[in-house]
Every structure is written in C-alpha cells, then in structure tokens.
C-alpha cells in the first residue's frame, strides 16, 4: 500500500541519491585534478612548464565552483518542494 510516509521517504532517498551522484561523479572529478596538478606543479616550475598547469588548475577549480552551485541549487528546490509538500497537508 502507498501512503504519503512512503511517498516522502521515496523522494528523500531519490533526493539523496542524486546528491550522492552529484559529489561522486561531478565534483570529485575536479577537485581530483586540482589536487594531482598541485603535486605535478612542483615539478613542472623547473621544467618552464606552469603556465599548463596553472591554466589545468583554473579550470578545474571553475567547474568545481559549478557543481557546487549546481548541488546548492537542487538541495534549495527539493527543501521548498518538501516545504510545499508540509503546507498542503496541513
């Protein structure tokens, strides 16, 4: 049987869920980069090679910036959506 309790946990694990991806997948992605770049950097400075490097690190720090904005903007519609929700059924 379907009931509003188990429509609301749906929705919170499908909440969850997508988080979940958005951290693993998108935002991992570029903060790995970042990191690997900080430690190849080192090397790359007495090779005349940072500009490369730099220019690497900028855009994963950009995308980064991105993704974060993306997961602040779902975690704000899915709250106003469950807020919604609390209001109808009152």
Partial sequence: MINKENIE???YIAILTEL??????KMR???CNIVGLLALNK???DS???QASVDLLKKSAEELDVYTR????LIYRKKRELMDCIKVEK
């Fill in 9 to 11: 946990e749906k929705e």
């Fill in 20 to 25: 979940m991806y958005i951290i693993s997948h």
């Fill in 29 to 31: 992605k570029p903060l």
């Fill in 43 to 45: 090397e790359l400075i």
């Fill in 48 to 50: 005349g090679e940072e």
């Fill in 70 to 73: 993306e997961m602040s903007s």
